[in-house]
């Protein structure tokens, strides 16, 4: 494929693109197939000699989409969203056309320098605390990881590197193996500090949590991949209180604030926790500006080497809808949740098992286990809407998250009508 084919299939497929979110409702939400689906309709080796294009595209729809579960779709209710939006996949063919490998300032500088001034500005959308921020001096200062969960693991390697080096210098007779023994990391069943728990959307209350760490001197890490997105709106923030007293804070953008996976916004007080426990740099990697002390090298602020240029998603999306489009996405969202939630308080049959804050609402038939597993099965036999579940404490709840941009009142009020329905059914299986 040369330029002027890329130009040209390039613009198809920006349309197929658009054509399939537009289109998107009309499909089944989640796929019609059996485990091992797909290896029978291709063949088993590569080609030795290049297909065309249209051959390509036109088995897209014989052999991946029938595979496909729409996550974009209007009548997607599972899991947690993740985020889509326009300017954000624009943003994304840029990434992928300059292609840096951006572990080191020298490496690709706009890379670097445009994720730490990004940072900064969503730092300054949630109103963090001035200590997380860059700025020109700061100590602090964002970093975008893969997912949630390697920010978690990031903070634990840190905490763990910043505990064993005080100790050692406190007492200089212990080896490192003989600290790494003794160390203890707490967490709930819900895992680490938590704001927005993926099972029901909990807050732990970091106004008791933090002062309790500052005063045993440990590292406090805060998860809020989901909810993080809404504390852009002042009517949230408060749920925030309490991140002064946090180590490192982090959210995911690519669920609920349109931009596409991945980008898992993660921030810290102390870049040198970070650096002091991924500090490598074997001389092909050196540069000369490197001990200025003005720039940052992400590579020791992560895991991998290699990273992407992720925050030119983060800036179109931010500069194409303004702090204003965001606030109404999330409001929209939650606003939708509500409305669930009081369709659901309407028919007494049915129970709310937790509080609703955001978008999410976990609901159940008043009755066992077994009913509500019988009523889920029955909502994504009929493939209509699909949701997952989750336990809280003992019971079987159904879990209805608000996920799709393009996601209306009228596809919540559908997707109730359809599982009051379906409850109905098996109230009455019951029975029989
Ligand atoms: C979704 C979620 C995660 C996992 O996020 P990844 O980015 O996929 O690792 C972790 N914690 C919470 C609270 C979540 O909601």
């Known amino acids: 494929m040369d330029a002027s084919e890329y130009r040209r299939r390039g613009k198809e497929m920006v349309d197929y693109v658009a054509d399939y979110l537009e289109g998107i409702e009309g499909r089944p939400v989640y796929p019609n197939v059996e485990p091992g689906y797909l290896r029978p309709l291709i063949p088993t080796e590569a080609p030795q000699e290049p297909e065309a294009f249209e051959d390509v595209i036109n088995d897209l729809e014989k052999i991946i989409m029938p595979g496909v579960t729409h996550w974009h779709s209007p009548y997607f209710f599972a899991y947690f969203p ?3 939006s326009y300017p954000s996949l624009i943003a994304d063919m840029l990434c992928g056309a300059i292609g840096c490998i951006g572990f080191s300032w020298a490496a690709s500088p706009a890379c670097t320098e445009l994720e730490t001034v990004m ?3 969503l730092g300054k959308m949630l109103q963090l605390p001035e200590e997380f921020l860059a700025g020109t001096a700061g100590e602090g200062g964002g970093v975008i990881q893969g997912s949630a969960s390697e920010a978690t693991l990031v903070a634990l390697l840190a905490a763990r590197t910043k505990v064993t080096r005080r100790l050692q210098a406190a007492s200089p007779e212990l080896t490192q193996a003989a600290i790494m023994e003794k160390l203890v990391a707490y967490f709930s069943d819900q895992v680490v500090a938590t704001l927005g728990t993926t099972s029901c959307c909990s807050f732990d209350n970091l106004l008791e949590v933090g002062p309790i760490c500052k005063k045993e001197d440990m590292w406090l890490h805060i998860d809020s991949a989901y909810a993080g997105s809404a504390f852009i709106c002042p009517e ?3 749920l925030l209180n309490g991140v002064e007293f946090a180590d490192s804070f982090n959210f995911n953008p690519h669920k609920w604030l349109l931009v596409n996976f ?12 970070l650096t002091g426990a991924f500090k490598l740099d074997p001389v092909y990697l050196k540069h000369s500006h490197q001990d200025s002390g003005l720039i940052t090298d992400y590579r020791h602020w992560q895991i991998p080497l290699g990273r992407r240029f992720r925050s030119l998603k983060l800036w179109f999306v931010f500069r194409m809808l303004g702090v204003k489009g965001l606030q109404a996405h999330i409001r929209k969202h939650v606003q939708l949740a509500h409305m669930f939630e009081s369709l659901v308080r309407q028919d007494s049959r049915f129970e709310i098992c937790a509080e609703v804050t955001m978008g999410l609402v976990c609901f159940r038939l008043k009755g ?3 009913l509500n597993e019988a009523l889920l099965q029955r909502i994504n036999n009929a493939r209509k809407i699909h949701l997952v579940p989750c336990h809280l404490r003992d019971k079987f709840v159904l879990r209805f998250a608000i996920c799709s941009r ?3 009142s009228a596809h919540v009020q559908f997707a109730w009508e359809h599982i009051r329905e379906l409850g109905e059914d098996v109230l009455r299986a019951e029975k029989e």
């Open 406 to 408: 393009m996601v209306e």
């Open 119 to 121: 940072m900064d500005w």
């Open 82 to 84: 993740t985020a889509s």
């Open 236 to 238: 949230f923030r408060h």
């Open 368 to 370: 066992s286990n077994q």
């Open 262 to 273: 991945d980008c898992s916004a993660m921030w810290v007080k102390k870049r040198t926790d």
